[in-house]
């Protein structure tokens, strides 16, 4: 079992900057590759980006590749989500969600344990 806890959600102009927190519980983190998500109002949660177990391998919703850097610290059992350059448009609940599976996962279904997320708004 892994729980996990996300944080550093808030409000930010346009244009700035957050960074994204997700601490895992459980010995097991290092072998999970993790996963941010998000839900805006009225809207489908959608992928936004995932790391493999080891940090080594990233891949990014095309909305945010560019701007949103994912890494993890598998010593401090923590994923972060680095959001740059915000736009209102990426305003909504952002989730962490880790899964055990190979490959590159992007569909919810695949995600086994998730956080109960983090509200980031963006102001224009």
């Known amino acids: 079992q892994v729980q996990l806890v996300e944080s550093g959600g808030g409000l930010v102009q346009a244009g700035g900057s957050l960074r994204l927190s997700c601490a895992a519980s459980?010995?097991?983190?290092?072998?999970?590759?993790m996963a941010w998500f998000r839900q805006a109002p009225g809207k489908e949660r959608e992928f936004v980006a995932t790391?493999?177990?080891?940090?080594?391998?990233?891949y990014y919703a095309g909305s945010v590749k560019g701007r949103f850097t994912i890494s993890r610290d598998n010593a401090k059992n923590t994923v972060y989500l680095q959001m740059d350059r915000l736009k209102p448009e990426d305003t909504a609940v952002y989730y962490c969600?880790?899964?055990?599976?190979?490959?590159?996962?992007?569909?919810?279904?695949?995600?086994?344990?998730w956080g109960r997320g983090t509200q980031v708004t963006v102001s224009s």
């Open positions: 969600a880790g899964h055990r599976r190979l490959g590159v996962r992007t569909r919810e279904d695949d995600y086994d344990y």
């Open positions: 459980g010995r097991t983190f290092s072998t999970y590759a």
């Open positions: 790391s493999s177990w080891s940090g080594g391998s990233t």
